[in-house]
């Protein structure tokens, strides 16, 4: 079983998405996790807007907007008439369950239910595509198995069993000549009643929380569905499909020259991702992780390209690949009394506990700690409990540069060549030690560009 995610870019179009049967057709049992439709996320919450201000026509126009677009999509998506009705029929409910809310009290709830149609639209579209070429697909409603718990985390456990129970369901008897003995681990067949193969689509994204009502993994959350789905699964590989070929060494948005990383470790991978690689979502690589199953980032412009495969072997000692975090807020905390005294340290980090704001960095000194956040939400209030015991000093506009590899205890020069590349940058806090696959500086963003361009040239010759 292979678990291919493919986002928003890659069925943001009729032609993208029958660009994808060439990329999924195989004889190999798979489950296809599918984004929104490139824009739909963002509509979707621009609907929500004037619903929360209650502003109704406002909201009904851009409902409308937005349901034209689609219209267009299923004329260019479809050839059959039946298949073009059954979509024109699937746009009509969906979008009449969006303006339903112009009709009442519109709360955080409702908008995670009007941000899942997204997902439900573009996997059925594609299935009903399927279904005109001849395609067997199951469609597997993702609400009915992935959950996240009171924590906002999800419940990899119920995952797992009802996304199994989900399986069951399209299951070949066993004395059936589909039943050709590729099986799940625990047993459970992935051979359908469905032809060679068996293939699935699902939605990304979405899922249900604690009290079963309709919720989301975040932006990005595609990513995490795919890796919940894989690692439930115990899957051969995962794959995630975007627009472009793999991870790579430094940021091509900013950088000219740049390549793909064709290995990665999920260290790595994790760093990386937290500290600005947008291919993939910060929080997807742990469930991969902790049952070992290969992820590969593959591009779905170019197919043939190698990408990148994260798995559990580290490489050798190496500096491979940078990313840069903005949005940073530097924190210098003094207190000349208490500093050196016990608990001083907790007495800080409790605070930042308090208002669930993580730390990213953090430097300390015989007079002072330095930490860096990315979230400003509860900063003045931060702020004001600190100065009770200490005084306090704010730089914004800060940026996280990452350089992430394999840098063992042992290993001589590391410091000096990522310095040296950075001796004309000023550099606002420095992490190095914490990790052994993360060196990270604090600069000023205006200087991101300059410091990514010199680590290229000085730590890969670019």
């Not at 809310?101 to 409702?110: C, G, I, V, Y």
């Not at 995490?224 to 070929?245: M, V």
């Not at 690589?285 to 779905?300: D, E, F, I, Y």
Request: glycine share 6%.
């Amino acid at each position: 079983m292979k678990v291919l995610k493919f986002g928003g870019t890659s069925v943001g179009s009729a032609e993208r998405m029958k660009g994808l049967v060439a990329l999924i057709k195989s004889d190999e049992p798979k489950i296809i996790v599918l984004s929104a439709m490139s824009g739909t996320t963002n509509a979707l919450l621009e609907i929500a807007t004037p619903l929360y201000a209650r502003e109704n026509n406002k909201a009904k126009e851009l409902i409308d907007a937005l349901e034209k677009k689609y219209e267009g999509v299923l004329k260019k998506l479809y050839s059959k008439e039946a298949s073009l009705r059954k979509g024109k029929e699937l746009v009509k409910n969906h979008f009449e369950f969006i303006r339903s809310f112009t009709l009442d009290m519109f709360t955080a709830n409702e908008e995670k239910a009007i941000l899942a149609q997204g997902e439900l639209l573009s996997t059925a579209m594609f299935h009903f595509y399927l279904e005109e070429i001849g395609v067997d697909s199951v469609l597997l409603p993702a609400l009915n198995f992935m959950r996240i718990d009171e924590n906002d985390e999800p419940d990899l456990k119920y995952i797992e069993e009802n996304l199994k129970a989900e399986l069951k369901k399209h299951q070949a008897p066993s004395n059936s000549p589909s039943a050709d003995g590729r099986r799940l681990k625990k047993g459970i067949s992935v051979s359908p009643l469905l032809g060679a193969g068996g293939l699935f689509i699902t939605q990304g994204y979405i899922c249900r929380n604690a009290f079963g009502e309709i919720d989301n993994l975040k932006r990005g959350g595609s990513d995490y569905t795919a890796t919940l789905i894989g690692a439930a699964l115990q899957a051969e590989e995962i794959q995630i499909w975007t627009d472009i070929d793999g991870m790579h060494n430094n940021d091509p948005r900013i950088v000219g020259k740049t390549f793909p990383v064709t290995e990665l470790s999920f260290e790595e991978a994790a760093e990386l991702a937290y500290f600005g690689a947008k291919i993939l979502h910060p929080t997807c690589v742990l469930p991969a992780q902790k049952r070992k199953v290969p992820v590969r980032l593959l591009n779905t412009m170019q197919p043939s390209a190698k990408g990148t495969v994260i798995t559990d072997k580290s490489p050798n000692d190496r500096i491979t690949a940078v990313a840069g975090k903005d949005g940073i807020i530097a924190i210098k905390i003094k207190s000349a009394r208490m500093l050196l005294a016990y608990g001083f340290l907790r007495s800080v980090f409790e605070i930042f506990e308090r208002y669930k704001t993580p730390i990213d960095m953090i430097t300390t000194s015989e007079v002072a700690v330095s930490v860096t956040i990315d979230n400003d939400k509860n900063l003045d209030t931060i702020i004001k409990e600190l100065n009770e015991f200490c005084s306090v000093e704010i730089d914004k506009d800060q940026t996280i540069i990452c350089i992430v590899g394999s840098f063992t205890a042992e290993k001589q020069g590391v410091a000096v060549k990522i310095f040296d590349a950075l001796k004309n940058i000023p550099l606002r806090m420095i992490s190095y030690g914490g990790s052994e696959n993360n060196v990270s500086v604090l600069v000023e963003t205006k200087h991101k560009k300059d410091a990514l361009v010199a680590l290229n040239k000085g730590l890969f010759n670019l």
